[in-house]
Every structure is written in C-alpha cells, then in structure tokens.
C-alpha cells in the first residue's frame, strides 16, 4: 500500500530536478482507456506499486503514437532508430511515498535494437513488432502485431477519426487523471526504480468513430475490456526524459 499522501494531479508539469539525459517528441497520440476493477490490475504488480484509480476505478490504456527525434543529450538525434511507431498498454500506479507515476505491461516497436537498448538500460519491457501508421486528414490507423518475445503474442488494429480541439478549461478532471503523468516506475529484479519525465500541457482533442481490434491487454495478463474505449487524441508534445532513480527502503522522495 502507498505510506505517503498522494501527490496532485497537474496538468502543467512540476519541473525536472535532475539533469536531462534524453529528449524526443510524441506526436499524434491516441488514448485509449478502459475501466477496470483495481482487483485485477493490483494483481499483476509487483510489491512496492501500488494502482492508482479514479473514483474507484483503475484504468489500463492502449497508447498508439509515433516517437521522433529521439537523441541522447548532448547527441544529435540517432539515425534510423530516431523515429518509429509505439504502442504500449499502460495503466497509473503510485510508489510508496504516493507519487503517481505510468507502469507499463508492454511497449511494441518496430526496431529491435530500441528493445534491445530500453530493456537494458531502463528496464522497460518493450517487445519487438510489426508496426504501422497510416493517416487520411483526420482519420487515422495504427496496427502492430508482435514479433518477440513470442511467448506473450500480442495484436492490435485502431481506427480512429480526430475531433475539435477540446478547451483548456473543459478538459475533464478523468482526462488529466489519464494524461497529466510526470514520472514513471519500473522494476530491475526487486528495485524499483523512478523516472521523472517533463514536456507541455498536453493539447487535447476530441476522438469518435473509434474501432478497435486488439488483444494486448489480454497478453499483459488481464480481462478483455469491456465497451468502447475513453478515448482522446493530442498531436503530441517535445520531452524531455531524466535518469532513473532508484528507490530503496531508507530513501526518502
């Protein structure tokens, strides 16, 4: 269970104390969220996590989007493995001083050498797929289908069509439950360990005729969702990604 009191949710981000080791964009990004029983979630994380809900409820996301300009700072942006597709499943979590942060169940590229790498150094588990973006004026179609590791196989097909643009003042309390996420959390063997991330104030957008093939969430472990997603569309953010930290019993936040 989380011993501290939960930090709040902003949209804009608190700023980064370390230095920055990573910069990227993520652009024409898709959140697609289905409710779950924090029953279900809380079983598939380790000891030290804890699922974050909103109104009682956990949320896991299927998040389609393309990463670009990755460079290692102070390097220039890194050749082919600079630009790809990703789609993660994804849920919130808290550490044990209560500081929300995403866990990830997977995060499907088309570059085995950026699995190789994230794996490694950020203990992130990212797999290695078949992936694809295809987008006619507002509509838009991601698919992958996962390669390795193949005892976890793993589809997806999203179609989707993007609305207006929602207002500053309108997005919904569950929307920035959803987005506003400064950090995440990871395991390497029983540590966790805790990265901050900071980018703009998502710009957020309406999304409708949303059709859905997929089976991801079932491979991360859990039940097929239910109904139509939550569903939100930005064009995207430049990010700006810290080192890890590593939590231990006597550190405090």
């Known amino acids: 269970m989380t011993g501290g009191l939960l930090t709040q ?14 910069t990227q964009q993520w652009t024409e990004l898709a959140y697609l969220h289905w409710s779950y029983d924090p029953a279900e979630v ?10 974050d809900t909103f109104e009682g409820r956990a949320w896991v996301g299927l998040i389609p989007f393309e990463m670009r300009d990755v460079r290692l700072r102070p390097a220039p942006v890194l050749p082919w493995v600079g630009n790809f597709i990703e789609i993660n499943v994804r849920t919130y ?3 044990r001083f209560g500081r929300r942060a995403v866990w990830f169940f997977s995060l499907d590229v088309p570059r085995s050498l950026v699995v190789g790498v994230a794996r490694t150094a950020f203990a992130l588990p990212y797999c290695w797929a078949k992936a694809g973006h295809e987008r006619t004026d507002d509509r838009h179609h991601y698919w992958m289908t996962r390669r390795w590791p193949t005892a976890s196989p793993a589809r997806a097909d999203m179609r989707f069509r993007v609305g207006d643009r929602i ?20 395991t390497r063997g029983s540590r966790v360990e805790y990265g901050r991330v900071e980018h703009p104030r998502w710009p957020l957008h309406h999304v409708h005729d949303v059709e859905i093939t997929e089976d991801a969430l079932v491979a991360a472990g859990l039940p097929s969702p239910e109904g139509k997603p939550h569903a939100l569309y930005s064009p995207g953010v430049d990010v700006r990604l810290a080192w890890l930290d590593k939590i231990t019993n006597e550190e405090t936040p």
């Open 42 to 51: 809380q079983r598939l994380l380790p000891d030290g996590i804890t699922v």
């Open 167 to 186: 207002a500053d003042a309108d997005v919904s309390d569950l929307d920035h439950f959803l987005s506003a996420r400064w950090a995440l959390l990871t």
């Open 93 to 95: 979590v808290t550490d």
């Open 9 to 22: 949710i902003t949209p804009d981000p608190p700023g980064l104390a370390k230095r920055v080791v990573m």
